[in-house]
Every structure is written in C-alpha cells, then in structure tokens.
C-alpha cells in the first residue's frame, strides 16, 4: 500500500516533468506520442522506486534493470490498471 501511496504523490511530478520533455525533446527529436514517453517514464519510474526505496519488498531475482534510453517512437504504449496491477509486470514493460 505504501508503494502505491508513494508512487501516487511521484506522479504529480513525473506527468508535467514528462510533458515538458515530450514538448522539448521527444516529439520532434525522436518523434515519439506523447502517450509513448508516459508510459516510458511511468515505466522507469516504477523502476526507480522498486530498485530505490522498496527493493526489500522484492526479491533480488525478480527485480528488473534499469535500460539505456531507447528511441522512445519504438516504445509501445501500455494501458494503466488501477486495480489488479502488478508492480513487477508492469516495470518490466519498460525492460
């Protein structure tokens, strides 16, 4: 729960933070959708946190790597559960 909780409030930071990125950088370097450099950051955002803060909640074998920057346009798109998400699933979209 304090995952979610702590992940939430990283959200209202991360959206515009993301949004200026799209508008600055992805749209027109790497002709990336806006809903494309979401979900990749969500997606490393997650990392972060289940690498960071919560890597004891989480077995070491199960944990995902962090990956190099890849062209954010090959990204695909995933939809985000509020209810029956799975934290490790979901980080591994972004691996």
């Known amino acids: 729960m304090l995952l979610l909780l702590v992940r939430g409030c990283a959200l209202w930071v991360m959206f515009p933070f993301a949004f200026l990125a799209w508008l600055l950088v ?9 809903r494309q450099v979401l979900c990749w950051y969500h997606a490393q955002l997650l990392l972060l946190l ?5 890597r004891r909640l989480f077995p070491s074998d199960e944990r995902p790597r962090f990956r ?12 985000i559960k509020l209810i029956g998400m799975d934290m490790i699933a979901l980080a591994e979209v972004a691996g």
């Open 26 to 34: 992805h749209s027109w370097a790497q002709r990336a959708s806006l």
């Open 50 to 54: 289940v690498n960071g803060p919560f």
């Open 68 to 79: 190099d920057v890849p062209n954010m346009s090959a990204v695909e798109p995933h939809k």
